[in-house]
């Protein structure tokens, strides 16, 4: 079955730092660019971060030099490192991915940070 799990989500204070992973299903792993998207309450879903097959990546403004987006094919997992987070950074964050026809969605993971 085709999905897209995250994890690692949680609270954290200002400044502080968390790695979120997603784990994709071998069939749609790295078939096209493959991203974190976030969306907070009230607010629509907005990109984070995206990563293309061959390894370029792209960035909000307002993540750039914090977050960090990275893979690991063997394990068919994507992650995003962020770092010196803020309150404004808190929403449901969430991966898509999958083939060129089609994207998916994995089902989100929260983040809380506190001032």
């Known amino acids: 079955q085709e999905q897209l799990v995250e994890s690692g989500g949680g609270l954290v204070q200002t400044g502080g730092s968390l790695r979120l992973s997603c784990a994709a299903s071998s069939s749609i792993f790295g078939l096209k660019t493959m991203g974190w998207y976030r969306q907070a309450p009230g607010k629509q879903r907005e990109m984070v971060a995206t990563?293309?097959?061959?390894?370029?990546?792209n960035y909000a403004d307002s993540v750039k030099g914090r977050f960090t987006i990275s893979r690991d094919t063997a394990k068919n997992t994507l992650y995003l490192q962020m770092n010196s987070l803020k309150p404004e950074d808190t929403a449901v964050y969430y991966c898509?991915?999958?083939?060129?026809?089609?994207?998916?969605w994995g089902q989100g993971t929260q983040v809380t940070v506190s001032p």
């Open positions: 898509k991915g999958g083939p060129i026809y089609r994207d998916y």
């Open positions: 990563m293309t097959r061959g390894g370029s990546t």
